[in-house]
């Protein structure tokens, strides 16, 4: 059985922070990572995905994986208050439909005024 | 264009019933796929449709089936409704094709009550 693990937090960083969301995974053979936004009450979003060893960013995010390490973490640089919201890692099985996805149980993160 | 949309958005059933919840994906995208979210599990992935076919399963009970149309909609339904299956119930829609990343984008999703 898969698993996705997150640090459940809650995280607080203050505005103007790097806030640094880490996920661990149990299925070496894993691919593909995905990082979605919740805000409390809405449906999740994508925020990036990430399947090659390395950083990848976008915008203010950056993700990072290391596949030795099974790890993956999602970084927010320059922290906005509109950035708090439950952050989500997903991942599908290593063989199959990358659209069955896994999800840890989330970071709710929250960034002070 | 236009987002996926879920119907009804809210739904409130007693034990014992049976529910129908129903997904539009985005125009174009022809996989769905539906997952639970609870405050105890949080998000799990229930079943995928692509080309009207199932292609994968979560671990849910025979209760929680599912279809999709020709035209990509999908519905879901759970008979004898538990307690337990109050949950908001989120659809996602992807392009579907081939097992590269696929971007999956949500619905508002079904928020379910089970009294």
């Known amino acids: 059985q898969k698993e996705v693990e997150q640090n459940s937090g809650p995280l607080s960083v203050p505005e103007g922070a790097i806030a640094s969301l880490n996920c661990t995974y149990s299925?070496?053979?894993?691919?593909?990572f995905f990082w979605y936004r919740q805000y409390s009450g809405k449906s999740p979003e994508l925020i990036m995905f990430?399947?090659?060893?390395g950083d990848k960013e976008d915008g203010r995010f950056t993700a990072q994986l290391n596949k030795a390490s099974q790890y993956v973490s999602l970084l927010i640089r320059d922290s906005q208050p509109s950035d708090s919201a439950t952050y989500l890692c997903a991942a599908p099985p290593d063989s199959g439909s990358a659209r069955q996805l896994t999800f840890g149980s989330g970071t709710q993160l929250t960034v002070l005024p | 264009k236009a987002g996926v949309t879920q119907t009804p958005r809210y739904l409130i059933k007693t034990r014992g019933q049976q529910v129908t919840l129903s997904c539009s994906p985005i125009?174009?995208?022809?996989?769905v796929s539906w997952y639970q979210q609870t405050p105890g599990q949080g998000l799990q992935f229930l079943f995928e449709?692509?080309?009207?076919?199932?292609?994968n399963k979560g671990n849910f009970p025979g209760r929680f089936s599912g279809r999709q149309f020709s035209n990509s909609r999908s519905e879901m339904n759970v008979s004898t409704l538990e307690l337990g299956d109050s949950a908001l119930y989120l659809c996602a829609s992807s392009l579907g094709s081939g097992i590269l990343v696929n971007e999956q984008f949500f619905g508002p999703g079904t928020r379910l009550t089970v009294l």
């Open positions: 990430i399947y090659s060893n």
């Open positions: 299925d070496r053979g894993s691919q593909s």
């Open positions: 449709y692509f080309s009207e076919t199932q292609r």
């Open positions: 125009s174009g995208h022809r996989s």
